[in-house]
């Protein structure tokens, strides 16, 4: 069951960061429903790219790696492959803390959609460890 629940999770966050990435290739602001300009300061902040990269573009990557692993264990269950999963998801929930921090002390800017991306990233996180915890009593 918590194979789809990250599954469903990867998706919806797929999702999040695909709307993200095409707004940010918009000419006009980015749709930010709650937190007004907060997503245009993001966007437009040093920090929105990695080498000339934006920013969604990993977020998509990240979940399309969740997903995709995911599938893997559905449909075998292995130890390293649900270990490689967890190490994805680590990652990916640092990354996300780190980027929060940015928005929180250097931005002076909330991005509803890197919130919501980072609060999905949040839970699967969570539920890979409880998984991986689980498998390997």
């Not at 095409?22 to 980015?30: K, N, R």
């Not at 929105?48 to 990269?53: A, E, N, P, Q």
């Amino acid at each position: 069951m918590s194979n789809r629940i990250i599954f469903i999770l990867s998706l919806l966050g797929l999702i999040v960061t695909a709307f993200l990435a095409f707004e940010y290739i918009q000419t006009g602001p980015i749709v930010c429903p709650i937190t007004g300009a907060g997503c245009e300061l993001v966007r437009k902040s040093s920090y929105s790219k990695i080498l000339g990269i934006d920013l969604p573009y990993f977020g998509i990557l990240f979940y399309i790696a969740v997903a995709t692993i995911t599938i893997w264990l559905i449909q075998k269950s292995d130890k390293l492959v649900s270990g490689l999963r967890l190490l994805v998801s680590i990652i990916g929930f640092a990354f996300g803390v780190y980027l929060t921090f940015l928005e929180a002390f250097v931005i002076h800017a909330w991005c509803i959609w890197c919130l919501t991306s980072f609060i999905i990233s949040g839970f699967i996180f969570l539920i890979c460890i409880e998984e991986f915890r689980r498998k390997s009593i």
